[in-house]
């Protein structure tokens, strides 16, 4: 049951990249097209931001299909619509925005949440009290303890043995 779910949402995550470029955007050109495929891939869709334009069925990432696909037409290299878009839109369009000062806390934002994370768990573990060792049994709790057992003993079945 478990595998046909997984399999059912590995489908349902797929139809949108499937259906996100219809066959009206698509270029003339293969070379071009193919060229505008590939930066589709390497720009963030900014309405679903965990997609890439080409993946997104958004309206917007359409508009930016629609961009790429101009400046390709007019001769612009693939930098040079990147950059356009990035002095449109910011460096969050990129999907791997380059390191610099502002973008220093979207590389380092997962280390540093992890180690403030696993710090807080170690501060945890060494702060938890220690439990002292349970107390030796009385001579009464031994000889009721001693009772149970044999008659447990004497009441099991075969299968116990």
Not at 20 to 30: G, R
């Amino acid at each position: 049951m478990i595998r046909v779910l997984v399999l059912i949402g590995a489908l349902l995550a797929c139809t949108g990249a499937w259906a996100a470029v219809s066959p009206d955007e698509m270029l003339k050109d293969p070379a071009l097209e193919e060229r505008a495929r590939a930066l589709g891939q390497e720009l963030r869709c900014l309405v679903c931001q965990n997609q890439s334009i080409d993946d997104s069925d958004a309206d917007l990432a359409r508009d930016l299909r629609h961009v790429v696909r101009e400046r390709l037409l007019d001769g612009a290299t693939d930098e040079e619509v990147k950059d356009y878009l990035v002095d449109r839109y910011g460096a969050f369009v990129l999907l791997r925005p380059p390191v610099q000062p502002s973008t220093w806390m979207l590389w380092a934002g997962p280390a540093i949440i992890f180690l403030l994370g696993a710090t807080a768990v170690h501060f945890y573990v060494r702060r938890r009290p220690t439990r002292e060792p349970a107390a030796p049994l009385s001579e009464d709790e031994r000889a009721r303890l001693e009772a149970f057992v044999q008659r447990r003993g004497d009441t099991g079945t075969a299968a116990e043995h």
